[in-house]
């Protein structure tokens, strides 16, 4: 026994020196040093095609080199080995290389590709080359180290727990101890189900990240997101956290497409399994584990492998509100509560970065927060609701101030992206003074010269369910506004909403009606193996830095993706809008007039059902199309809402006594 705790003792001796080795080899690694593209060899068949010689030149490096002798080509494709500066900190087994792209010369224009971190490449020039290349690089950890010591970890532990579990039975055995006996059963059993659950995790996440890989990023908010993480031209038109999150992962381990699919899929399963943990540790029912077919919704599997900002959001959310969850059913000690809350807080932090509108989502969830530190002992009500009140307007100062500073963090200039809500005012203003003829409330500076009212009223018949046409340019139209600040945009934006208010809400009703109605963004296996250079070839000057191009099924993959597509149950969004209202209404109802049912449970229930609500009135108000992503968010925070209500009820007795408190209500009315 001593022996194996020892042995443990190291390998956790082990860990802490791995991580602060690969903490230091990291930092070291992001110094900037000096290399060469050197031993340049002309590649032959890339310099053909690339300069449609195809016909001039036959498929041979002395044929093509006399044809360049007498003749200017417009590109010239070499491949590389890499020299170095410095002797030490060079590629290794343990680092791989990443080039300054910004620091080659202009004439090599088309930058280096196929590099995957090696010291071998190819780049393309726009004029010969005879000498060494000079580039600037950093060094990354190669991803197989993280990968072997992971594997070994799996290993160890496994071996350490079989061997435990065995020497528990043995001593039960011998000692032929049967209180003993039954109550080391019970834990081996409960080790073995919370096991079990994490291992079902491990194998829905590897499935589902085999069928999807790399996901599918094939949408202009994506490809512009990846195009300022390798530039690091950061912008807010899309949350910088995103590209800033990319950056820092291509320079630890390189230009991969698949961050994200894992980062949504690991976001995903642990929340699903801290949620079936949760409710396994308070209740002892193993028939939680079926909850893991949630999973295979269309609503969520298949927005699950979609590089899209909305469902990468509410995932983020999703898990923080799963932390919460298992912190209120399953934790009993005090500083693990204090340490899951921080860490809730976190991750919610992040998910509200990282889509911008979200600051109004994540905030009904301070309410729980601002409820644990003050708890339910209400001596005075007054004292009692004026503290809650102060710490929730601190909060909403905080979180205005994280949202607004930190993107100046990244992004000196904020000009830009201040104008990427101007279409949507200026869609709803017209929505506002179309109906009525008003051409007053728009100055006529707005307008790009040649413009005026009458096209305004022209583009909104056109497109009354979407704002995009009006702040730039669409197929079918034209651009009307400059691109460009306007002055007091959002005060002319509330004085139509004041001055036509009817319209306004007929405008938003009508928005709300068909986007509340749209069913699932599910993606055809044909379209999820469309590559990125067909839809967006325009600002994908960089894509062949990255290791893979998109999804391309084998035939199995393509028939499992077909009967999941095929198969999985798609629900409109239109039910989990009703679900989360009719839970935020019977959570309020407990509260204001159930004050003895009143418990950390009911009020993570009215906090994740507020927060849907919340979303719901703010993609109502200010989504600028009639797209699917931008509803998700109310669906996986519907579903913990609804888990939580169903917890809540068991707790305080049962549906039965759920019921007739609310007949007790309604008789008290009458």
Same mark, same amino acid.
């Given at each position: 026994?001593?022996?194996?705790?020892?042995?443990?003792?190291?390998?956790?001796?082990?860990?802490?020196?791995?991580?602060?080795?690969?903490?230091?080899?990291?930092?070291?690694? !992001?110094?900037?040093?000096?290399?060469?593209?050197?031993?340049?060899?002309?590649?032959?068949?890339?310099?053909?095609?690339?300069?449609?010689?195809?016909?001039?030149?036959? !498929?041979?490096?002395?044929?093509?080199?006399?044809?360049?002798?007498?003749?200017?080509?417009?590109? /010239?494709?070499?491949?590389?080995?890499?020299?170095?500066?410095?002797?030490?900190?060079?590629?290794?087994?343990?680092?791989?290389?990443?080039?300054?792209?910004?620091?080659?010369?202009?004439?090599?224009?088309?930058?280096?590709?196929?590099?995957?971190?090696?010291?071998?490449?190819?780049?393309?020039?726009?004029?010969?080359?005879?000498?060494?290349?000079?580039?600037?690089?950093?060094?990354?950890?190669?991803?197989?180290?993280?990968?072997?010591?992971?594997?070994?970890?799996?290993?160890?532990?496994?071996?350490?727990?079989?061997?435990?579990?065995?020497?528990?039975?043995? /001593?039960?055995?011998?000692?032929?101890?049967?209180?003993?006996?039954?109550?080391?059963? *019970?834990?081996?059993?409960?080790?073995?189900?919370?096991?079990?659950?994490?291992?079902?995790?491990?194998?829905?996440?590897?499935?589902?990240?085999?069928?999807? /890989?790399?996901?599918?990023?094939?949408?202009?908010?994506?490809?512009?997101?990846?195009?300022?993480?390798?530039?690091?031209?950061?912008?807010?038109?899309?949350?910088?956290?995103?590209?800033?999150?990319?950056?820092?992962?291509?320079?630890?381990?390189?230009?991969?497409?698949?961050?994200?699919?894992?980062?949504?899929?690991?976001?995903?399963?642990?929340?699903?399994?801290?949620?079936?943990?949760?409710?396994?540790?308070?209740?002892?029912?193993?028939?939680?584990?079926?909850?893991?077919?949630?999973?295979?919704?269309?609503?969520?599997?298949?927005?699950?492998?979609?590089?899209?900002?909305?469902?990468?959001?509410?995932?983020?959310?999703?898990?923080?509100?799963?932390?919460?969850?298992?912190?209120?059913?399953?934790?009993?000690?005090?500083?693990?509560?204090?340490?899951?809350?921080?860490?809730?807080?976190?991750?919610?932090?992040?998910?509200?970065?990282?889509?911008?509108?979200?600051?109004?989502?994540? /905030?009904?969830?301070?309410?729980?927060?601002?409820?644990?530190?003050?708890?339910?002992?209400?001596?005075?009500?007054?004292?009692?609701?004026?503290?809650?009140?102060?710490?929730?307007?601190?909060?909403?100062?905080?979180?205005?101030?994280?949202?607004?500073?930190f993107p100046t963090i990244f992004i000196k200039n904020m000009e830009y992206s201040k104008l990427a809500s101007n279409h949507i005012f200026l869609w709803q203003i017209a929505g506002c003074?179309?109906?009525?003829?008003?051409?007053?409330?728009i100055p006529n500076e707005w307008y790009i010269e040649g413009n005026t009212f009458e096209d305004l009223k022209i583009l909104y018949e056109r497109n009354k369910l979407l704002a995009d046409?009006?702040?730039?340019?669409?197929?079918?139209?034209?651009?009307?506004?400059?691109?460009?600040?306007?002055?007091?945009?959002?005060?002319?934006?509330?004085?139509?909403?004041?001055?036509?208010?009817?319209?306004?809400?007929? *405008?938003?009703?009508?928005?709300?009606?068909?986007?509340?109605?749209?069913?699932?963004?599910?993606?055809?296996?044909?379209d999820f193996q469309i590559k990125d250079s067909e839809p967006y070839a325009f600002i994908l000057y960089y894509i062949d830095n990255f290791d893979n191009r998109g999804v391309t099924f084998?035939?199995?993959?393509?028939?499992?993706?077909?009967?999941?597509?095929?198969?999985?149950?798609?629900?409109?969004?239109?039910?989990?809008?009703?679900?989360?209202?009719?839970?935020?209404?019977?959570?309020?109802?407990?509260?204001?007039?159930?004050?003895?049912?009143?418990?950390?449970?009911?009020?993570?229930?009215?906090?994740?059902?507020?927060?849907?609500?919340?979303?719901?009135?703010?993609?109502?108000?200010?989504?600028?199309?009639?797209?699917?992503?931008?509803?998700?968010?109310?669906?996986?925070?519907?579903?913990?809402?609804?888990?939580?209500?169903?917890?809540?009820?068991?707790?305080?007795?049962?549906?039965?006594?759920?019921?007739?408190?609310?007949?007790?209500?309604?008789?008290?009315?009458?």
């Amino acid at each position: 026994m001593k022996i194996k705790k020892i042995l443990f003792n190291i390998y956790l001796s082990l860990v802490v020196i791995f991580i602060i080795s690969a903490i230091v080899a990291t930092i070291l690694g !992001q110094k900037t040093r000096i290399g060469y593209f050197t031993n340049l060899n002309i590649n032959t068949r890339e310099t053909i095609d690339l300069n449609n010689l195809n016909n001039e030149v036959q !498929q041979n490096e002395e044929e093509l080199r006399n044809y360049m002798n007498n003749n200017t080509l417009k590109y /010239y494709s070499y491949n590389y080995g890499i020299g170095y500066e410095d002797k030490i900190f060079r590629h290794t087994d343990l680092y791989g290389i990443k080039f300054d792209t910004n620091t080659l010369p202009n004439y090599i224009k088309l930058n280096i590709y196929n590099n995957n971190g090696t010291p071998y490449g190819t780049l393309i020039s726009t004029q010969p080359l005879d000498e060494s290349v000079k580039v600037e690089y950093k060094l990354f950890i190669k991803a197989s180290i993280f990968n072997i010591f992971f594997w070994i970890s799996i290993i160890f532990l496994l071996i350490y727990f079989f061997d435990k579990k065995q020497k528990v039975v043995d /001593y039960i055995k011998t000692k032929k101890i049967y209180s003993l006996y039954k109550e080391k059963e *019970h834990l081996i059993t409960k080790n073995v189900f919370i096991i079990s659950v994490i291992i079902v995790a491990l194998i829905l996440f590897i499935f589902q990240f085999w069928l999807a /890989y790399p996901g599918y990023f094939q949408y202009g908010d994506n490809l512009g997101t990846m195009g300022e993480a390798f530039d690091r031209n950061y912008q807010n038109w899309n949350p910088v956290i995103i590209a800033v999150f990319l950056s820092f992962l291509y320079d630890i381990f390189g230009y991969h497409t698949f961050y994200i699919l894992f980062l949504n899929l690991f976001l995903w399963y642990s929340s699903i399994t801290l949620i079936i943990l949760s409710l396994y540790l308070k209740y002892n029912k193993k028939r939680v584990i079926f909850l893991f077919l949630i999973s295979f919704l269309a609503n969520i599997f298949f927005t699950n492998i979609i590089h899209i900002k909305d469902v990468t959001a509410s995932l983020w959310v999703f898990f923080s509100y799963s932390l919460i969850l298992f912190m209120i059913n399953a934790v009993r000690k005090k500083a693990v509560k204090i340490l899951l809350i921080l860490f809730s807080i976190f991750t919610l932090i992040i998910g509200m970065l990282w889509r911008l509108n979200f600051i109004v989502t994540v /905030y009904p969830m301070f309410i729980l927060y601002t409820y644990l530190i003050l708890g339910n002992n209400i001596k005075n009500k007054k004292i009692y609701f004026a503290k809650f009140a102060i710490i929730m307007i601190i909060i909403a100062a905080l979180l205005i101030s994280i949202v607004k500073i930190f993107p100046t963090i990244f992004i000196k200039n904020m000009e830009y992206s201040k104008l990427a809500s101007n279409h949507i005012f200026l869609w709803q203003i017209a929505g506002c003074t179309v109906p009525s003829n008003d051409s007053d409330m728009i100055p006529n500076e707005w307008y790009i010269e040649g413009n005026t009212f009458e096209d305004l009223k022209i583009l909104y018949e056109r497109n009354k369910l979407l704002a995009d046409p009006f702040g730039r340019s669409s197929p079918g139209s034209k651009t009307l506004f400059k691109r460009e600040y306007l002055p007091n945009l959002k005060i002319i934006w509330i004085k139509s909403i004041l001055k036509h208010p009817i319209n306004y809400l007929i *405008h938003t009703a009508r928005f709300s009606f068909y986007l509340f109605i749209i069913n699932t963004w599910k993606i055809p296996n044909g379209d999820f193996q469309i590559k990125d250079s067909e839809p967006y070839a325009f600002i994908l000057y960089y894509i062949d830095n990255f290791d893979n191009r998109g999804v391309t099924f084998t035939p199995i993959k393509n028939e499992i993706y077909s009967f999941i597509y095929n198969t999985s149950l798609d629900i409109n969004i239109i039910f989990f809008a009703i679900l989360t209202l009719i839970i935020f209404v019977l959570s309020l109802i407990f509260i204001l007039f159930k004050n003895k049912y009143i418990n950390n449970v009911l009020i993570f229930t009215f906090a994740t059902s507020f927060s849907a609500f919340a979303t719901i009135a703010i993609v109502s108000l200010f989504a600028p199309a009639i797209i699917y992503r931008y509803a998700h968010p109310i669906v996986p925070i519907s579903i913990i809402s609804l888990i939580s209500l169903i917890s809540f009820i068991i707790d305080i007795g049962g549906f039965n006594n759920f019921k007739s408190e609310l007949k007790s209500l309604i008789g008290k009315k009458k």
